[in-house]
Nanobody
Framework: QVQLVESGGGLVQAGGSLRLSCAAS????????IGWFRQGPGKEREFVAG????????YYPDSVKGRFTVSRDNAKNTAYLQMNSLKPEDTAVYYC?????????????????WGQGTQVTVSS
């Protein structure tokens, strides 16, 4: 089992940047594939980034491609989500999640473990 804790959320103006962290504890972090999701008010949970075990393959939906960058440091048991050029529509609770079996990075049902989320608010 792995426990995930997100941090780094906050209030930022449109056009600004934030870096979220996802700290893991428990089983070996490097065995897990990591995804980042968000859920805005009244919206469904949405995939925003994924990264493979070694960190050399990443996935993004078109809505954030070129603005968000996912990375990981397996030595520090931490994953990151760098968010640039933020827009008001990026306002949401952001979650990191982990899975270690076959699955689709973009599908929430693939993930076995979730953090508690961190709020990101982008003002216009």
């Amino acid at each position: 089992q792995v426990q995930l804790v997100e941090s780094g959320g906050g209030l930022v103006q449109a056009g600004g940047s934030l870096r979220l962290s996802c700290a893991a504890s428990g089983r070996t972090f490097s065995r897990y594939k990591i995804g980042w999701f968000r859920q805005g008010p009244g919206k469904e949970r949405e995939f925003v980034a994924g990264i493979n075990r070694s960190g050399d393959v990443t996935y993004y939906p078109d809505s954030v491609k070129g603005r968000f960058t996912v990375s990981r440091d397996n030595a520090k048991n931490t994953a990151y989500l760098q968010m640039n050029s933020l827009k008001p529509e990026d306002t949401a609770v952001y979650y990191c999640a982990a899975f270690d079996q076959l699955g689709d990075y973009a599908r929430a049902g693939s993930y076995d473990y979730w953090g508690q989320g961190t709020q990101v608010t982008v003002s216009s």
